[in-house]
């Protein structure tokens, strides 16, 4: 079982930014995939970006490149996501997840844990 519990999530202005965090209860951190997802309201669940086990290989959606970046600390047990340049677009309940069963899930992948959301509203 693996618990995931976000942080960082609030109210910006357009062009700022913030650092969301993801604390895993795992064991084995650094085999484990983790990924962030973003679900605006009326629309699915999308993709943001991922992260291999060992940080190594990382993955990003178009609308994120270049302006939000992906990390882990093993020492923390700890993923984060930093978002810059933020768009009223970025708006949207951030979602952290894993799959302990890989070492990379990238956005197509099967994560078997998700965190409970953390709320990002960015003002224009």
């Known amino acids: 079982q693996v618990q995931l519990v976000e942080s960082g999530g609030g109210l910006v202005q357009a062009g700022g930014s913030l650092r969301l965090s993801c604390a895993a209860s795992v064991r084995t951190f650094s085999s484990v995939a983790m990924g962030w997802f973003r679900q605006a309201p009326g629309k699915e669940r999308e993709f943001v970006a991922a992260i291999s086990g060992n940080g190594v290989v990382t993955r990003y959606a178009d609308s994120v490149k270049g302006r939000f970046i992906i990390s882990r600390d093993k020492a923390k047990n700890t993923m984060y996501l930093q978002l810059n340049s933020l768009k009223p677009e970025d708006t949207a309940v951030y979602y952290c997840?894993?799959?302990?069963?890989?070492?990379?899930?990238?956005?197509?992948?099967?994560?078997?844990?998700w965190g409970q959301g953390t709320q990002v509203t960015v003002s224009s």
């Open positions: 997840a894993a799959s302990p069963r890989t070492s990379w899930a990238g956005p197509y992948g099967k994560y078997d844990y």
